[in-house]
């Protein structure tokens, strides 16, 4: 159920929920029992998410204390609590001390399953990420990589993590500005993903919406706007009601009606992500204030 809120954006009702689970586990079992590190973990990710990573910090710290008790120090269950560390370390943009983390949990994970396993691939990916983030590209393709064929060995007919790493090794060729890499791992990534979900998935809509990302950086602003249309479409079908990744597709949208030279399109684009914006995010977003910026520059263009 907590899990469930927080994909609702409903933080509060999360952490109450998250809170009395916590206590009800406290109160039948020891101080000391595993239930209570998985609560204080989710607990951790929620904080982290609302941008508290000092209080997602002592959460995050009070599981692994408990787990440390539980477990041996090469245990997989003590690498749940080093990624989770990590990503802390990560959202605080200290990406050395999180990539330490990081090759603590993945040296224990592959000496318990040294022909692959889920838990390795989720490290092998986020080492990835930290690398991107570092903009270590190669190291992070490298990782990517390694990811890739593991899952590729369990999963030879396909499968969405398969294609989520695809689509990552495609972000990372668009930062070195490998355009026509980018493009081929994001059409593979959306190839292989509408075979497995041929009514639309998540990574659908973003696959199409970071291939529009690529043709705008190449300044080819009608295939750019075809990508990020088809991105919408599948966006509208997964979410009627309205989906805070919208705001950023009508957003790029304008933009490219602003490069054709169309303001008055762009700025009913902007209008509607600004719209979108306004119930789902705080106002100091950083690509809110873009969108605000955007209409009061078309708004004065005569």
Not at 145 to 159: F, T
Not at 166 to 174: A, F, P, T
Request: glycine share 6%; net charge positive.
């Amino acid at each position: 159920m907590g899990d469930i809120l927080v994909k609702q954006l409903k933080y509060t009702e999360a952490m109450d929920y998250y809170q009395q689970a916590l206590k009800m586990i406290e109160k039948f079992n020891s101080a000391g029992h595993v239930d209570i590190a998985v609560i204080l973990n989710q607990i951790s990710q929620l904080l982290l998410q609302q941008k508290k990573s000092d209080e997602a910090t002592d959460y995050c710290q009070r599981a692994l204390k408990i787990r440390g008790k539980l477990y041996p120090s090469n245990h997989p269950n003590m690498a749940i609590s080093l990624t989770n560390i990590r990503m802390i370390l990560e959202c605080q943009r200290k990406y050395d001390e999180a990539m330490g983390y990081y090759q603590q949990a993945l040296k224990i994970i592959e000496k318990f399953y040294p022909s692959g396993h889920t838990d390795t691939v989720l490290t092998l990916n986020r080492i990835g990420y930290t690398f991107s983030q570092q903009k270590k590209y190669d190291e992070a393709m490298d990782y990517y990589q390694r990811a890739l064929e593991i899952r590729q060995k369990l999963y030879p007919d396909g499968h969405a993590d398969i294609a989520s790493i695809l689509h990552s090794m495609g972000i990372v060729s668009k930062k070195q500005s490998k355009y026509g890499e980018a493009m081929g791992y994001f059409q593979r990534a959306l190839k292989m993903i509408e075979t497995l979900y041929p009514t639309g998935h998540d990574l659908t809509a973003t696959s199409l919406h970071n291939m529009g990302a690529a043709k705008f950086d190449q300044a080819e602003f009608g295939l750019s706007l075809y990508y990020y249309e088809q991105s919408l479409k599948v966006r509208q079908n997964l979410n009627p009601s309205g989906h805070v990744d919208m705001s950023a597709i009508l957003y790029m949208i304008g933009s490219c009606y602003e490069k054709q030279k169309n303001p008055k399109k762009a700025l009913q684009f902007h209008q509607q992500a600004l719209d979108i914006y306004e119930k789902s995010l705080p106002n100091d977003d950083g690509l809110r204030q873009k969108i605000v910026n955007s209409i009061h520059r078309l708004s004065i263009v005569k």
